[in-house]
């Protein structure tokens, strides 16, 4: 297995699967959190190898991306086998790649790995602070969300409220944490200023209904 070779070969393919995404889920936010995870494995005892493998694939299964992720996942295998990437470790980045997103972190029986746990953190990350607002503004945009409205609950300000508020406390690393929380802040800041431009009220009222 030489990982330089196999690792280049993945990334061209994945900038390729992302190459027409909206800026939410593009090519950029794949490599953020591929940079983070490689941050938080350097604070943890894990394979790093497979972090970095895992993070770079971690939103090829994405169905609100992708039709038919288990193309995605064909391609990926083949690519592993074409560089002799052992089986248990083409076999795990599937298991941290089909279990990343939220939705499946709710349900799940077992105690998940540290490496998907760094993933997972990873992927949260780019989800709050600066770029966490832009995305869900984008992502927003891209559903022809409002902004803020007090009696449209689908708004990307209650997006905030639904969730991206409440990842601060779900970090399972240290390291992710510690990062988590001036983006935290900021997501109050920015709340904050959205309500003094506005006077909508409610904005402010849930944050003290939280605390
Ligand atoms: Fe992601």
């Not at 889920?25 to 190898?49: F, N, W």
């Not at 470790?89 to 790995?113: D, G, R, W």
Request: hydrophobic share 35%; proline share 3%.
């Amino acid at each position: 297995m030489n990982n330089d070779q196999c690792y280049h070969e993945l990334y061209e393919w994945v900038e390729s699967l992302f190459t027409n995404q909206p800026p939410d889920h593009d090519i950029y936010h794949i490599c953020r959190v591929v940079k983070y995870s490689v941050e938080i494995a350097e604070t943890v005892d894990c394979d790093t190898e497979l972090v970095k493998f895992s993070a770079l694939l971690h939103d090829i299964t994405d169905h609100k991306l992708f039709a038919c992720g288990s193309t995605n996942i064909k391609t990926m295998r083949k690519i592993l086998s074409k560089h002799n990437v052992p089986q248990n470790f083409a076999h795990q980045v599937q298991y941290i790649i089909t279990n990343t997103s939220y939705s499946k972190q709710k349900v799940e029986p077992a105690e998940p790995s540290t490496e998907l746990k760094i993933v997972r953190d990873a992927d949260r990350l780019d989800a709050i602070g600066a770029v966490g607002i832009a995305r869900a503004f984008s992502y927003g945009a891209l559903k022809q969300r409002p902004f803020y409205h007090p009696t449209d609950h689908t708004s990307t300000v209650h997006h905030f409220y639904d969730k991206l508020l409440l990842l601060k406390d779900g970090f399972y690393t240290k390291k992710a944490g510690e990062l988590a929380e001036e983006r935290h802040n900021f997501l109050e800041t920015y709340l904050q200023h959205f309500e003094n431009e506005t006077n909508y009220g409610i904005i402010l009222k849930n944050i003290q209904q939280r605390e």
